[in-house]
């Protein structure tokens, strides 16, 4: 009987950890993408190369990198272009939450 309440209470502390995990994820929607596509066209920005940094969903940008705002409604990331792909970054953490080709 230990051993049943034991797995059942493992099994509700991963349950709970991966409901957390979720809900960290980061979602851009589509219409969030097409505006901030057409945003970064209308207004560009040159485009800087950051040497040996690697620029993936979740990795942080540099403090040096200077970040820009999104005059939309309904987006509160900045934005960077790194080697001509429009990377959106969460301002509060500097972690990359979604790369645009």
């Known amino acids: ?26 979602i851009v929607t589509p219409e969030q993408e097409t505006v901030v596509r057409e945003y970064v066209k209308k207004k560009p920005i040159a485009s800087i190369n950051l040497p040996g940094v690697e620029l993936n969903v979740g990795s942080t940008v540099p403090e040096k990198v200077e970040l820009h705002a999104i005059d939309a409604p309904d987006i509160t990331y900045r934005y960077v272009v790194v080697d001509n792909r429009t990377v959106l970054v969460d301002p509060g953490t500097r972690k990359v939450v979604r790369v645009i080709d």
């Open 1 to 26: 009987m230990k051993k049943f309440v034991s797995s059942a209470v493992t099994g509700l502390l991963l349950l709970g950890a991966s409901s957390i995990a979720v809900a960290q994820t980061v």
